[in-house]
Nanobody
Framework: VQLQASGGGLVQSGGSLRLSCTAS????????PAWYRQAPGKGRELVVR???????IYADSVKGRFTISRDNAKRALYLQMNSLKPEDTAVYYC?????????WGQGTLVTVSS
């Protein structure tokens, strides 16, 4: 399975974007979908992950602003990002488990201007 992320771009502070992550095959067999991000000069960090038991873990910095979702029919994962801040500027990566493999999308750049 391959994942391809899209939807990044330039947005003003306070704006919204929705990132999409499209799978090359059915995502029904994928588990623990997640989004990570990597800001310039920093390491990759977890933004949100849906665990196998169905719970959702958000980074404290995005709680209440970001929402993860999926559409199995469209083979897609989404990250809705609202109230964006300049510190959200990063390359965003989608990720999911296709046991035993961890699958990564290629990343999409989000730039938030102040």
């Amino acid at each position: 399975v391959q994942l391809q992320a899209s939807g990044g771009g330039l947005v003003q502070s306070g704006g919204s974007l929705r990132l999409s992550c499209t799978a090359s095959k059915s995502i029904n067999t994928l588990s623990a979908p997640a989004w990570y991000r990597q800001a310039p000069g920093k390491g990759r960090e977890l933004v949100v992950r849906r665990t196998r038991d169905g719970s959702i873990i958000y980074a404290d910095s995005v709680k209440g602003r970001f929402t993860i979702s999926r559409d199995n029919a469209k083979r897609a994962l989404y990250l809705q990002m609202n109230s964006l801040k300049p510190e959200d500027t990063a390359v965003y990566y989608c990720n999911a488990m296709s046991v035993p493999w961890s699958i990564w999308g290629q990343g999409t750049l989000v730039t938030v201007s102040s």
